[in-house]
Structures are given as C-alpha cells and as structure tokens.
C-alpha cells in the first residue's frame, strides 16, 4: 500500500510538473487573471460552474474570491451556479438537466460578466449549453478542461487546457490554476493590503 500511495503522490506532481512546463498553459492562467481583474474592476460578477469535482473547485473558488484568499480586503462578486438545491431541481426538472447551468447565466449573467466553466472531458452537454448561452448575455467566457478539451476550446475566450488525460490529475492541476487565478486576482486588485 506505501508504494501505491507514493505512486499516487508522484503520479499528481508529475501533472503539475507538466503544468508548470506548458507554456501556453502559464499564459493562460496569467491571462485568466488579467481578464479576471479587469471584468471586476469594472463592476462585473464571476459566474462559476461544474459537475461533480468541478462543482466542488467552482463553489471553492468562488468562496476564495468572495471571502478571501491570503489577506482581508473586500468581497469579490463570484457566484457558484452549483449550490442552490431548489433552482437546480425545479430547472433539471422543467428544462432536463443539461439547461442547469444556461438558465442561470440567462437569469444572472450580464454583459461584461465572466463564466468559468469547468469540464475535465470538455464534453459536458451542460456546460457547453453554459458557455453558449454567456456567449449569447455578452460575457466573457473561460474554460478550464483536461488535454482533449472536448469542444470546449472554441467555446472560450480563454480555455486552461491541463496537460493530463486522468479525471484526477486534471481536478487536481485545476485547482492549483485556482488558486493561482484567486492569488493573482487578489494581488492585482488590493496591493496595498498585502
């Protein structure tokens, strides 16, 4: 079993090696920031989605930027469109499950606004319905999605495409992104608190 583990351990290094090593991903991640903090400066909100995992990284994420990543300073508006039980049940119910995510950014989403989608496939019906519909608000879309990228990429503006092909290396570099994307953000927007 220790060496399963190690494996394990090495196995997840070896993805944010990749990561570090990629870079048209460093760019990417950068450039995430940068549109981020501008959306924000500009009183925009940050709209966040995902299944499973993903939805996990989207709530986390968004508590990073609402609440606060290294240091106090204010609240940023990011939304987890993953959370409120009643609106994803009355929409899977009424609409099917693969509208969960575009109704809400139809009813929230405004121009300017930014979606983070997160598909470690790049193939999620609903999250592919959720970019096509912040296309069609005005808003600035972002992916954050595995190697392959599913047909994600030319649904972004900005699309982290993680050099990994395993659901749990890519959740795993995810996350790393975050809270990267949250840090830069936070940094960007409020030097004077660090």
């Known amino acids: 079993m220790p060496a399963e583990i190690r494996d394990a351990i090495l196995a997840a290094a070896e993805s944010l090696r990749r990561l570090a090593g990629d870079a048209a991903a460093v760019e990417t991640i950068e450039a995430i920031a940068e549109r981020s903090v501008a959306a924000l400066a500009a009183g925009r909100r940050i709209l966040l989605c995902g299944n499973g995992g993903s939805a996990a990284d989207a709530q986390h994420w968004a508590a990073e930027l609402v609440g606060r990543f290294h240091y106090d300073r204010p609240g940023l508006p990011a939304i987890a469109l993953t959370t409120d039980s009643s609106i994803l049940t009355a ?6 499950y693969d509208r969960v995510f575009a109704r809400q950014v139809e009813a929230l989403g405004q121009p300017g606004d930014l979606l983070y989608a997160l598909s470690t496939s790049g193939r999620s019906p609903g999250i592919l319905a959720a970019l096509r519909a912040a296309r069609e608000r005005g808003m600035g879309t ?6 392959g990228g599913g047909a994600m990429p030319e649904l972004c503006d900005l699309c982290l495409r993680v050099p990994a092909e395993a659901t749990p290396r890519i959740q795993e570099a995810h996350e ?3 809270h990267l994307i949250c840090e830069l953000i936070e940094r960007r927007l409020f030097p004077q608190a660090g």
């Open 91 to 96: 929409i899977g119910n009424d609409y099917g």
């Open 142 to 147: 972002i992916g954050f999605t595995g190697a």
């Open 176 to 178: 790393v992104a975050g």
